[in-house]
């Protein structure tokens, strides 16, 4: 069959769009080749002006310039790839974390592959024949620096994200104040007049969860009329109602307030207090930490500390290429916010 007799076949197809150059972003942003290049590559610092800098990154967004990075790398010898080893995608908190890192990486042309480790906060495979042949560096969050070795070895640069900052393996490491949070979280319930509070602890080995554990300790030192328990209970709302169950029904004088590691926990926590017939907060407050949409979903919506997840994921991201430039940076530590909404009142 020929073009002629099905004219179609023989029209050609729209013209592809040309891709905008490094000297394209150079005229749109008024600035040289040489200061895209700098401000693309993060090296801007002291050599280009912050206003010349920002016009350098609008020009390319609104071009939707992509520097070559394969010609780059065989420049650099670098892929401009980071992994992002986190326990579970099961947590909006992982993804926001994700959203942050990608954002700045894209940023400065470089790539986040997201790797959820099958062990959860268990040793972590390398996803790679080689994760050091196909990297340029390691974020972490919320895991322990020994669960990274398979993949990394010595080599690669290891950022770690809510995790120890007294882990000497790690090259840099980011945490929002969770200690910061929870001892706020906790003075607002004694502010209250709460003092039978039962702490849903998230069954979890890990730092971040130590932390919160020694805060609450911590915050209550103040208040030695206080009467504590611990209710240990796996990272879901099921979990959360059943350990909520226990606390409310054992026998003696309920707790009027239920402090939980997480927002999915307190989730449940109320849950469990409607099936007793409790109101929150007027029979019980329930608290949470994260800040998951969840939290406002709930009616009512829920007490609890917002942790800057994205603005973590976007520290991190930072610390690794600044490590990669041969900087040593500081160990960051975010604030964090106590939002407090209408599951806790006045201790019944």
């Not at 974020?139 to 398979?150: F, H, K």
């Not at 990272?235 to 590691?261: F, I, K, M, N, Y």
Request: glycine share 8%; charged share 20%; with cysteine.
């Amino acid at each position: 069959m020929t073009a002629h007799e099905h004219p179609t076949a023989a029209r050609p197809g729209p013209a592809a769009a040309p891709r905008a150059t490094s000297r394209d972003v150079a005229r749109a942003a008024g600035v040289s080749q040489a200061a895209v290049s700098l401000v693309l590559g993060d090296k801007w610092r002291g050599r280009v002006s912050p206003p010349k800098a920002e016009a350098v990154r609008a020009a390319a967004r609104d071009l939707g310039y992509r520097p070559n990075l394969a010609a780059r790398s065989l420049r650099t010898g670098r892929t401009r790839t980071a992994l992002l080893v986190v326990p579970a995608l099961t947590s909006e908190y992982f993804a926001r974390v994700y959203t942050g890192a990608a954002r700045v990486a894209a940023e400065h042309g470089f790539g986040v592959v997201l790797y959820p480790s099958p062990e959860g906060i268990g040793p972590a495979r390398d996803p790679f024949d080689s994760a050091r042949a196909a990297l340029d560096g390691v974020i972490a969050s919320s895991m322990a620096t020994d669960a990274l070795t398979a993949m990394r070895g010595g080599d690669l640069p290891l950022v770690m994200l809510d995790s120890d900052p007294g882990d000497g393996q790690a090259t840099a490491t980011v945490n929002p104040d969770i200690a910061d949070g929870v001892r706020r979280l906790t003075a607002h319930l004694l502010a209250l007049g709460h003092r039978r509070i039962t702490h849903l602890a998230a069954a979890v080995d890990s730092w971040t969860f130590h932390v919160r554990a020694s805060a609450l300790a911590e915050a209550l030192r103040g208040a030695p009329d206080a009467d504590v328990r611990t209710e240990p209970a796996a990272l879901s709302v099921e979990a959360g109602l059943h350990a909520a169950q226990a606390a409310l029904t054992r026998p003696g004088p309920r707790p009027t307030a239920l402090l939980c590691d997480d927002d999915l926990l307190a989730a449940g926590a109320c849950k469990a207090a409607r099936r007793l017939g409790l109101r929150v907060p007027e029979d019980v407050s329930v608290t949470g930490v994260d800040d998951l949409a969840l939290a406002r979903a709930l009616e009512p919506e829920l007490t609890t500390v917002r942790l800057p997840a994205e603005e973590v994921g976007a520290a991190g991201m930072r610390a690794l290429m600044a490590v990669l430039e041969g900087h040593v940076p500081a160990p960051v530590t975010l604030p964090v916010d106590l939002l407090v909404r209408g599951s806790t009142a006045a201790a019944p």
